[in-house]
């Protein structure tokens, strides 16, 4: 069963685009929703995280939006840039329980 | 950037061979965390450590994998008789605490190849 669904699987943007990328999720005791970015040949890195408290949170170009009555929630890249072009992976856990459900990851190509 | 030391990065073994995989974590982090990360990019956790301590692991490890954190040793992996399913990325995380909400920093990971 899997309890994280990541869409797209692949995504295309051209330099200056805006990137969407959204996650869904079954489990109604996730709280806290991570995203990774990960390079090729190297491990996942925290891009930006939420709590299933807030709404919204901003890190610069990347925004990721949480809705709680949908159990959904999104990552939003302004100003794609050719360096973005990585997979990225959303993960949700509960408190109590330590390791987190990944999704399956959007592999994003940003075009110059 | 995470600190996290993984090795080797690449590992090959014939089917029914021994896999042993090293991490150390980032210098102060208690919990560490390992996950197998497949060719479809999709994450199984394997087991995690508080300290020397197990706090989860999932059936699979119990059986053909072991795993420890020794005291001032790195942490290791070992597949003690590999199959070719096992093929996979194996990636160490530590982080400062056992919350859910901390973050986990990963390491570059080990690639192993069963054939």
């Known amino acids: 069963q899997q309890q994280v669904r990541q869409s797209p699987q692949s995504l295309t943007v051209w330099e200056g685009g805006t990137t969407v990328l959204t996650c869904s999720y079954e489990?109604?005791?996730?709280?806290?929703f991570p995203w990774y970015q990960q390079f090729p040949g190297e491990g996942p890195a925290l891009l930006i995280s939420?709590?299933?408290?807030?709404d919204k949170k901003e890190d610069g170009r990347f925004t990721t939006f949480f809705n709680k009555r949908e159990k959904k929630l999104s990552l939003h890249i302004i100003d794609s840039q050719p360096g973005d072009s990585a997979t990225y992976f959303c993960?949700?856990?509960?408190?109590?329980?330590?390791?987190?459900?990944f999704g399956k990851g959007t592999s994003l190509v940003v075009h110059p | 950037n995470s600190k996290v030391i993984q090795t080797p990065r690449y590992l090959v073994k014939g089917q029914g061979q021994k896999a042993k995989m090293r991490c150390i974590p980032e210098?102060?982090?208690?919990?560490v965390f390992w996950y197998q990360q497949n060719k479809n990019n999709e994450f199984k956790f394997l087991i995690n450590?508080?300290?020397?301590?197990?706090?989860?692991q999932i059936d699979m490890t119990e059986k053909r994998f072991s795993a420890e954190c020794p005291s001032n040793s790195p942490c290791s992996l070992e597949i003690q008789s590999s199959e070719a399913g096992d093929s996979a990325l194996y990636l160490c995380?530590?982080?400062?605490?056992?919350?859910?909400?901390?973050?986990?920093?990963f390491g570059p990971g080990t690639r192993l190849l069963v054939l």
């Open positions: 210098k102060g982090h208690p919990v």
């Open positions: 995380a530590s982080s400062l605490s056992m919350g859910n909400q901390d973050t986990q920093y």
């Open positions: 450590f508080q300290n020397q301590e197990v706090l989860q």
């Open positions: 939420i709590l299933s408290v807030s």
């Open positions: 993960a949700a856990s509960a408190g109590g329980n330590y390791k987190p459900t």
């Open positions: 489990d109604s005791t996730f709280n806290y």
